[in-house]
């Protein structure tokens, strides 16, 4: 098993920054492609980003991309999502997944935090 605990949402104004962390601990961290998913209300879990296990490779949304950036420290065990320029509609509970490779974390990652939520004021 792999336990995720994301932190570092809150409530930001638009065109503010803002990093996730996500700390993962139970089994062998640079084992696990990390990505990152968001859900806003009302609306369905979507994919925002992803990183291969040796952080050489990252992959985005189109709705991130040149915005957000995906990164990870595999001597800290944890991954991070630092976004930029925040939009209205980048509210959202933002989760992170683990799963052995890069292709299943972007759509069905077994491993999931409890989410950490964000919000953008206009």
């Known amino acids: 098993q792999v336990q995720l605990v994301e932190s570092g949402g809150g409530l930001v104004q638009a065109g503010d920054s803002l990093r996730l962390s996500c700390a993962a601990s139970?089994?062998?961290?640079?084992?696990?492609?990390m990505g990152w998913f968001r859900q806003a209300p009302g609306k369905e879990r979507e994919f925002v980003a992803a990183?291969?296990?040796?952080?050489?490779?990252?992959y985005y949304a189109d709705s991130v991309k040149g915005r957000f950036t995906i990164s990870r420290d595999n001597a800290k065990n944890t991954v991070y999502l630092q976004m930029n320029s925040l939009k209205p509609e980048d509210t959202a509970l933002y989760y992170c997944?683990?799963?052995?490779?890069?292709?299943?974390?972007?759509?069905?990652?077994?491993?999931w935090g409890r989410g950490t939520q964000v919000t953008v004021s206009s």
């Open positions: 990183i291969t296990r040796s952080g050489s490779s990252t």
């Open positions: 139970g089994r062998t961290f640079s084992n696990y492609a």
């Open positions: 997944a683990a799963a052995l490779s890069t292709t299943i974390v972007a759509s069905t990652p077994p491993y």
